[in-house]
T-cell receptor, first 115, second 112 residues
Framework: DTGVSQDPRHKITKRGQNVTFRCDPI?????LYWYRQTLGQGPEFLTY????????KSRLLSDRFSAERPKGSFSTLEIQRTEQGDSAMYLC?????????????FGEGSRLTVL | AQSVTQPDIHITVSEGASLELRCNYS??????LFWYVQSPGQGLQLLLK??????LVQGIKGFEAEFKRSQSSFNLRKPSVHWSDAAEYFC??????????FGAGTRLTVKP
């Protein structure tokens, strides 16, 4: 299967711990996005990369959040000093193209539970 | 910034009945509009999209949507619903800078 894959699928952690999520996009896709989805809500944009460059970050992305895409392939999203409010599904998506019209292909998400 | 409103949180229809899910957007320029479906435990899947041209767009699984600029709407329709259509449906609007905003979603239940 050559879809978007995310790891881990589910992470349970204690408040104050750091967590890291990984996303492997579809191989030829140059754009990669991170979204956050809480229960009963639609996905909220966090950030996106075009190749290895992080082009935009949402105000939702506090200083405790950092995302990287070191070689323009896979990406990691790290959350430091987790808080209970960080509990959510973190979605990764990728697309091909250099305009706003490219279809986003989503992974199945990484669910974070902060105790 | 653009925004999306899906007025219906939950809709129940009988199998075989027609379906319309509402979506209203707010955006100052020409919007890029999308409908995605999310089944339990599955990733979001694109049903259809509108960028320009014909305002009635056809998608996968027998879905269609109509863009109405005067009403700032992009409603999703299906003439005959199947039990497998039960899922969460999200309308989204994309801007020129690729910032895509999603609505809160409409959960569809299909009665046998």
């Amino acid at each position: 299967d050559t879809g978007v894959s995310q790891d881990p699928r589910h992470k349970i952690t204690k408040r104050g711990q750091n967590v890291t999520f990984r996303c492997d996009p579809i191989s030829e896709h140059n754009r990669l996005y991170w979204y956050r989805q809480t229960l009963g809500q639609g996905p909220e944009f966090l950030t996106y990369f075009q190749n290895e460059a992080q082009l935009e970050k949402s105000r939702l992305l506090s200083d405790r959040f950092s995302a990287e895409r070191p070689k323009g392939s896979f990406s990691t999203l790290e959350i430091q000093r987790t808080e209970q409010g960080d509990s959510a599904m973190y979605l990764c998506a990728s697309s091909l193209g250099y305009s706003a019209t490219g279809e986003l292909f989503f992974g199945e998400g990484s669910r974070l539970t902060v105790l | 910034a653009q925004s999306v409103t899906q007025p219906d949180i939950h809709i129940t229809v009988s199998e075989g009945a027609s379906l319309e899910l509402r979506c209203n957007y707010s955006y100052g320029a020409t919007p890029y509009l999308f409908w995605y479906v999310q089944s339990p435990g599955q990733g979001l899947q694109l049903l259809l999209k509108y960028f320009s041209g014909d305002t009635l767009v056809q998608g996968i699984k027998g879905f269609e949507a109509e863009f109405k600029r005067s009403q700032s709407s992009f409603n999703l329709r299906k003439p005959s619903v199947h039990w497998s259509d039960a899922a969460e449906y999200f309308c989204a609007v994309g801007a020129w800078n690729n910032d895509m905003r999603f609505g809160a979603g409409t959960r569809l239940t299909v009665k046998p």
